[in-house]
Every structure is written in structure tokens, then in C-alpha cells.
């Protein structure tokens, strides 16, 4: 019992001095807790101090510094797109065989420079044996029929002109001095007698007149000659008409025929050449000489390299078989792909130039000229294809290398800015190095914008004509994490 009273007692006097003493103890809990946020300022005071590098005079005259100043300009940001060197389809051809047949001869490798109409193979072909035989048999015909009716034009316009002179009534001499050495085929035999009996009925006619006055002769028979002039008259006119009718048909007919020969012959020519793939002719060698009739030479359409052979000699081809590809590399094709992302953000323009970095040549930048840029976007790719020319007159590049195409987007104006190789960055944030003095360099950490091979836009942190650290920003960043660890 008295122990439970005793204990009763200690834990009144216990919360007695408790509450006597809790001023005193919060006090001293307030002051704790100031001691420690002093402390921990003063923690982060050193971490301050490290933002900023200073260089002993041995380093800063070490190190070659370059500084930028800080200004506000017009940006341009490039997307770099990849892309493959091609063949420039206008200079890049394949060589086929026209029909089937036998390679007799192969004159060319790849690698050799042809130039144009250089023979590049030899093909045996019966089709184009039989095209080359019906061509000279349609030209034979042709050449038949055309001297036919160069004869029935000749003697159309004779006759033409002999009945003029008949018409005339001109001297049977003078008609027939005249008329002597000209063609006149057939109708000679028929007009000429024609028109003598009618002379001969006008001049009986004319003797009968005054022996009709004097009563020699009846009058019977005066009428009886003047029936026979008009009789004669009229049989040489109905035979004039007749013949100058007869002339133009015959003339005609035979024009006919000459078109219709005219037309066989040029589809034939057409159907050989269309063969061979090149024009013909009709004097050459291969159209003269049978023994030539079935050889077929294969030629460059134009001057350039073999750039592939695909048979040998005495194979046998097939029609529209590749025999070699053949092209010019002086200009070649760069082909690549703009996103449909990147579209709204790009500017092109027809001939355009653009620059081009081949994986085969690093330390180069070429030249290209925007040649095609589609109008479809590929439901494939989600790009838009894009074809650009590109010299190549040392021959260096090939078809087929690795490109990256950079292609200039639209212009931000106004923009702070700083040369690229100025910006840093240290565990994902970008920042650069201010210049304070020749020894003093203060690190700012930046939020870039746009960015370009050689300028990045600087949207928070800079204000704009500052000294930024160009070359010697990486030795400052090493400085600051050195002193860091220390």
C-alpha cells in the first residue's frame, strides 16, 4: 500500500516538472533546429562556390581560350535525313536483247568507257534475218510500183498536152513532129488516126464547097461530106475525153497502189527497227550481203561505263533479256525520305541546293540540286521521297554509299544564341561557361531551343552580350567536377 502511494506521488511531481520545464525545453528545440538550418546553409554555401573555376595563371596561360559573345540573330534549324547515292535515271540504262538469239560476239567488259553507237556484242537471229528479207521485199515492190506510176504519170501528161494540140486543130505534121519522141503508150495508135480522118473529112468537105456551087456535085453529097466532118469531129472529141479519163484513172489506180506499197514498206522498216532499237539503212552492209542478213550488232545508245555484263559469248539470249548496264556517273542521284513529322517544319524549293555528307568521305560536304520532291505521302514509309542531283565528276562517289542529306527548315528570327561547341551538359543539363575575368569562369545552366550544326538557341538563362567559353569549356569542366570531389 505504500509502495503504490509512493509511486502515485513520483508521477504527479513527474508531470509537475514537466510542465515547469516545457518553456524551457521548446526554447531549446527552436534553437536546435535554427543551429541546424545554418549549418545546412552553410553546407550549401561551398556548392555555390563551385559553379565558379578559378584558373591559376600556369593553367590560363595553358589553356587557348576562344570566347563568343552572346547575341541575338536569325536561326535556321537543319533536319539530317539519310539517304543512298543512285544512279541518275536519265544516264542509267539497260542494254536488252531485241529478240532471241545467239551471242557470236561480246567486245565489252565492266569497267570500259564505250562511246556512242560503239558495238557492244553480236547477235545471230533468224527474226531479224526474216524482218531484214521482208523489209527489202516490201522496198523491192515499192521501188516497182513507183516506176509504174511515174510511167502512167508520163503518159497522162502527154497524152494531156497531145490532145491540147489536137483540140487545136494544128498540122498533122507539126503534131506528129512534136509528139515523135514522147510516151504516149497506146493512145498514140488511137488518137492520131482519130484526128487524121477528121482532117481528112475537113479538107473533103472544104473541096466539095465550090463544086456544090457550080452544080458539079448534089447537093446530097455536100451534106453527105459535112455529116461525115461533124461525125469525125465529135468520134475525136468522145475519144479525147475518153483517153484523158482513161490516163488519170490509170494514174490513180497506181498511185493507190504506190501508197499501199509505200505503207507495207514503213511498217516493215518499223517492225525492224523496233527489233533492233535503231534506225535502218537500206545501204548498209547488213541489208546488202545475205550472209549478214541475220546478224544483229548490239551498240551504246550513248557514251558511259559498263557498269554490268550479264552473258558471254555463244549463250543464248532470250527477248528482253539484260545484256550489259550502261551508264554515266558524271551526276548521280541522291535519294532520301523527309517524315511526314518533319514536313511542316522544312523549306524546299524546286532546284534547291542542298548539302550532302557521304559516309565514305567525312571531312567532305557536297553539293546537290533539289531535281524531285513527291507530292504523295508513302503509306509505307510516312515520308515523302525526296531526289536530288549531285556531281560527281572525279568519279568518287558510287552508286549505292550512304548519304546524309540536311535539309533547312523553316527561319526562326530573333533568337538568342550560342555557338554549339559553347554548351555542355552534366547529368542531363545543358549549360555554358561566362567569362568574369581572364582567370574567372562561372558555369550557367541554360534551356536550349532550336538547334543547328553550329548554333543552339538559348531560350532561359542567358540575357544576351555575355563572354561564352568556346574552345577550353571542357578543361573548365573538368576543373569544376575536380574541385567537386575535393
Known amino acids: 500500500m505504500k509502495s503504490r502511494v509512493f509511486l502515485i506521488l513520483v508521477v504527479v511531481l513527474s508531470v509537475i516538472g514537466i510542465g515547469f520545464l516545457w518553456p524551457h525545453l521548446q526554447k531549446i528545440i527552436v534553437e536546435n533546429q535554427t543551429?541546424?538550418?545554418?549549418?545546412?546553409?552553410?553546407?550549401?554555401?561551398?556548392?555555390q562556390d563551385s559553379a565558379a573555376v578559378e584558373l591559376s595563371d600556369e593553367k590560363s596561360k595553358a589553356v587557348q581560350f576562344t570566347f563568343s559573345q552572346v547575341k541575338r540573330q536569325s536561326m535556321n534549324q537543319v533536319r539530317v535525313v539519310p539517304g543512298r547515292l543512285q544512279y541518275d535515271d536519265r544516264k542509267h540504262v539497260s542494254v536488252k536483247a531485241p529478240t532471241e538469239g545467239v551471242l557470236v560476239e561480246v567486245r565489252v567488259k565492266p569497267g570500259?568507257?564505250?562511246?556512242?553507237?560503239q558495238v557492244l556484242a553480236v547477235l545471230n537471229s533468224p527474226e531479224i534475218g526474216t524482218a531484214r528479207a521482208d523489209l527489202l521485199q516490201k522496198t523491192a515492190e515499192y521501188e516497182l510500183v513507183?516506176?509504174?506510176?511515174?510511167w502512167k504519170s508520163l503518159i497522162q501528161?502527154?497524152?494531156?498536152?497531145?490532145i491540147d494540140a489536137l483540140l487545136s486543130q494544128r498540122t498533122m505534121n507539126s503534131v506528129e513532129e512534136e509528139f515523135t519522141d514522147a510516151k504516149l503508150g497506146s493512145y498514140r495508135s488511137q488518137l492520131l488516126p482519130a484526128y487524121s480522118r477528121y482532117l481528112l473529112a475537113l479538107m473533103i468537105d472544104k473541096k466539095s464547097a465550090p463544086l456544090a456551087k457550080s452544080g458539079a456535085i448534089s447537093q446530097q453529097s455536100k451534106q453527105m461530106r459535112e455529116a461525115d466532118v461533124q461525125e469525125s469531129r465529135a468520134a475525136l472529141k468522145a475519144l479525147c475525153e475518153q483517153s484523158i479519163y482513161d490516163v488519170r484513172l490509170d494514174r490513180d489506180?497506181?498511185?493507190?497502189?504506190?501508197?499501199d506499197a509505200e505503207h507495207r514498206r514503213t511498217i516493215s522498216r518499223q517492225h525492224l527497227e523496233s527489233l533492233i532499237g535503231a534506225r535502218i539503212d537500206l545501204n548498209s552492209d547488213d541489208m546488202k550481203s545475205a550472209e549478214?542478213?541475220?546478224?544483229?550488232?548490239?551498240?551504246?545508245?550513248?557514251?558511259?561505263?559498263?557498269?554490268?555484263?550479264?552473258?558471254?559469248?555463244?549463250?543464248?539470249?532470250?527477248?528482253s533479256d539484260s545484256l550489259f548496264a550502261l551508264a554515266q556517273t558524271d551526276t548521280l542521284w541522291v535519294a532520301a525520305d523527309i517524315r511526314e513529322s518533319d514536313w511542316s517544319a522544312v523549306s524546299l524549293n524546286s532546284g534547291q541546293d542542298l548539302k550532302v555528307k557521304v559516309i565514305a568521305f567525312p571531312d567532305q560536304i557536297f553539293t546537290a540540286r533539289l531535281y524531285y520532291l513527291g507530292r504523295q505521302v508513302s503509306p509505307t514509309t510516312n515520308s515523302v521521297p525526296l531526289i536530288a542531283e549531285i556531281k560527281n565528276p572525279g568519279g568518287i562517289l558510287r552508286p549505292g554509299m550512304f548519304a546524309q542529306v540536311m535539309i533547312p527548315g523553316k527561319e526562326k528570327a530573333n533568337v538568342i544564341a550560342?555557338?554549339?561547341?559553347?554548351?555542355?551538359?552534366?547529368?542531363?543539363?545543358?549549360f555554358v561557361f561566362i567569362k568574369d575575368s581572364d582567370r574567372s569562369f562561372r558555369r550557367v545552366d541554360i534551356q536550349s531551343g532550336l538547334k543547328t550544326e553550329d548554333w543552339i538557341e538559348v531560350q532561359q538563362g542567358l540575357a544576351g552580350?555575355?563572354?561564352?567559353?568556346?574552345?577550353?569549356?571542357?578543361?573548365?569542366?573538368s576543373e569544376l567536377l575536380l574541385e567537386r570531389e575535393e
Open 35 to 47: 543551429a541546424e538550418t545554418e549549418v545546412s546553409e552553410g553546407v550549401a554555401e561551398p556548392e
Open 112 to 117: 570500259d568507257i564505250v562511246k556512242t553507237g
Open 146 to 150: 513507183q516506176k509504174q506510176y511515174n
Open 157 to 162: 501528161n502527154n497524152v494531156q498536152k497531145l
Open 253 to 259: 489506180q497506181m498511185l493507190a497502189e504506190l501508197n
Open 292 to 319: 549478214k542478213l541475220s546478224r544483229l550488232e548490239i551498240i551504246a545508245p550513248f557514251a558511259g561505263t559498263i557498269e554490268e555484263r550479264t552473258f558471254s559469248q555463244s549463250e543464248r539470249v532470250n527477248r
Open 418 to 430: 550560342v555557338p554549339a561547341k559553347a554548351v555542355l551538359d552534366d547529368a542531363a543539363q545543358e
Open 465 to 477: 552580350g555575355e563572354q561564352v567559353v568556346e574552345d577550353g569549356a571542357f578543361i573548365l569542366k
